[in-house]
């Protein structure tokens, strides 16, 4: 087990350099001086020479990767530009925000797919399959964002029971996770039901028919057990989907997280937290990938991890 | 398997099939003859009337600053269905090329490719198409680029696992023993033989352009005003979301119908393909 841990560790080291490497070419194919880029176009001079020692830019490009890295190892992305204060800074208060609704929204996501994607499968090819089916169809189709600014219309707008923006309370994260949620729900029925319907042509399965338990105990405690294995897979790639995915929900309810940081600092050329938010964003949607994958592993015997 | 009279036969049985086609159809339609459907010009702003409620003058209303939200959004069936187009060409065409070197040369190079195939499906493509955005500079072109950059290693395994499977077959041993060249074996035996996956995929992945955008032109890092993007209406229809709901809703409408269009069709060929998950 800790080989197996050590090994999946280490594998996600080259996915960290060829992020990190993205990122740093950033400043280098962006047109404009990079130290401009980093410092501000209104930089004084005094600045300018300290982000250039500070970052090794008067150095060749490849040790200036290993500068960068060197730094972000350390948690420092450098001062942004527009907001005047360490990105480790904005990363502190932002990151809770985003981790906050992406959570919910995977909450929200279980708790819809999960139930109908074993209704789907037990009562496979009925009309509620079908519904079902049709349901998360729609679920992939309808942009979240979208989704979320009908939301808005109908509960804040129009009905005023919910908040239309900001950040902290529970009210006001219930309309960007529900609409987050709808479509990790989508893909986690799917998986849910195609998980169900092939546990349930298992020998086990028959077995435990044959003698003679009642049908609920087969699909609940037999079936649904084995079924839910695959789940967890798709649980921790969602979790890393929902945390990208917040990009646009955190600007559609105006929630000061990650995703709003990383478009802001984009549109403003804010270089700076553009770099730090896609690391530590690319680092949640690593990890949650990494402890699904070690989840699934101590969960599945079968598995063996040498 | 290659599109043959079969494919048609289990495909015509299918309604969600037709569906999928027919909603295509109707905005590639859309599209072509924008000019002759759209009741007015996409940038022609009515200084006169601005914020209006629908009228038989404005079907949907006008924006901020007269324009005719109706005309908007059927030019923005071009942008969406472009940027699709273009963003599938790229991301097929790369993933075409790599995965027939990677799957004909096999060795070293197959290693190499499907690892930079995996590190590529490790990131999470919404981020990757940002950090790529941020690059290249808020606008359309970017996205297509960032779309085609995010999604060949998908094409590149189909065709590379296609090519393993058909390699060993007796037909390309045949074509070979009678002097055909590399080049021509590839083209002439083995790329017809991908080329039905590849479609599924290429339908799928026209869904996912759209959505993305659709999302990153609402973020602002995709069309630029005046291009009349989905996104983009939306995104200003939600400054006025308490005087013009409409802007809110009917470019949603819009992208979701084209979305579940490609869905189902993608899906349908899917599931003709593949007779196991059709149970």
Request: aromatic fraction near 8%; include cysteine.
């Amino acid at each position: 087990m800790t080989s197996y841990i050590i090994k999946r560790l280490l594998g996600t080291i080259p996915v960290l350099l060829v992020a990190t490497l993205i990122v740093f070419m950033m400043l280098q194919l962006t047109p404009g001086d990079p130290v401009l880029l980093l410092a501000g176009e209104r930089a004084t001079p005094e600045r300018i020479e300290r982000i250039t020692a500070d970052w090794g830019l008067d150095q060749p490009a490849y040790m200036q990767y290993f500068s960068f890295l060197g730094r972000i190892v350390q948690g420092d992305f450098g001062i942004s530009i527009t907001r005047n204060r360490p990105v480790m800074d904005l990363v502190k208060m932002s990151l809770p925000i985003t981790l906050e609704l992406s959570l919910a929204a995977l909450f929200i996501s279980m708790i819809i797919g999960i139930p109908a994607g074993i209704i789907s499968a037990v009562r496979h090819g009925s009309i509620v399959d079908q519904a079902a089916l049709f349901g998360s169809l729609l679920g992939v189709s309808i942009p979240s964002f979208w989704f979320g600014i009908l939301l808005m219309l109908a509960f804040a707008v129009r009905m005023q029971i919910l908040p239309t923006s900001g950040y902290g309370t529970l009210a006001q994260v219930v309309l960007p996770a529900i609409a987050l949620g709808t479509a990790g729900a989508a893909l986690i029925s799917r998986v849910m039901r195609s998980s169900m319907l092939e546990v349930m042509q298992q020998d086990y399965i028959r077995t435990a028919r044959a003698k003679g338990l009642s049908e609920r105990i087969v699909i609940y405690k037999h079936g649904l057990r084995n079924a839910l294995l695959p789940v967890i897979t798709i649980m921790g790639l969602s979790l890393g989907w929902l945390i990208a995915g917040s990009v646009a929900l955190e600007m559609v309810f105006a929630r000061p997280g990650m995703g709003q940081l990383l478009v802001r600092g984009i549109l403003m050329r804010d270089y700076p937290v553009v770099q730090g938010m896609l690391i530590i964003l690319v680092l949640c949607v690593i990890i949650a990938n990494l402890v699904a994958d070690i989840l699934i592993a101590m969960a599945n015997p079968r598995i063996k991890f040498d | 398997m290659a599109i043959n009279d079969s494919f048609w036969q289990i495909f015509s049985r299918r309604k969600s099939a037709y569906i999928g086609l027919f909603i295509i159809v109707a905005y590639v339609v859309i599209a072509l003859f924008a000019p002759w459907i759209a009741p007015h010009d996409y940038r022609a702003q009515d200084r006169t009337s601005i914020m209006e409620a629908p009228s038989a003058e404005y079907p949907l209303g006008t924006d901020r600053v007269g324009r005719c939200l109706l005309s908007r959004i059927i030019y923005g069936a071009r942008i969406s269905l472009t940027v699709g187009l273009v963003a599938v060409g790229i991301g097929a065409s790369i993933g075409l090329i790599i995965g027939s070197i990677s799957g004909y040369m096999g060795g070293w190079v197959d290693r190499v490719v499907m690892g930079l195939v995996d590190i590529v499906w490790s990131f999470p493509t919404m981020l990757l198409a940002i950090a790529l955005t941020a690059i290249l500079q808020p606008g359309l072109h970017s996205v297509i680029i960032a779309l085609g950059l995010v999604t060949w290693p998908e094409y590149a395994r189909i065709i590379r696992s296609q090519f393993l499977a058909v390699k060993q077959k007796e037909f390309v041993e045949a074509a070979r023993s009678v002097g055909a060249s590399d080049f021509r074996i590839i083209r002439k035996h083995l790329l017809p033989n991908s080329i039905a996956p590849i479609i599924v995929v290429a339908t799928l992945g026209m869904a996912t352009a759209v959505l993305v955008e659709a999302t990153f032109s609402y973020l602002g890092l995709g069309a630029q005003p005046p291009q009349p993007s989905w996104g983009s209406i939306l995104s200003m229809g939600k400054d006025f979301i308490y005087h013009q709901p409409l802007m809110s809703i009917a470019p949603g409408v819009a992208i979701m119908i084209m979305v579940l269009g490609f869905n189902l069709l993608g899906d349908a060929i899917r599931d003709v393909m593949d007779p196991r998950l059709k149970k």
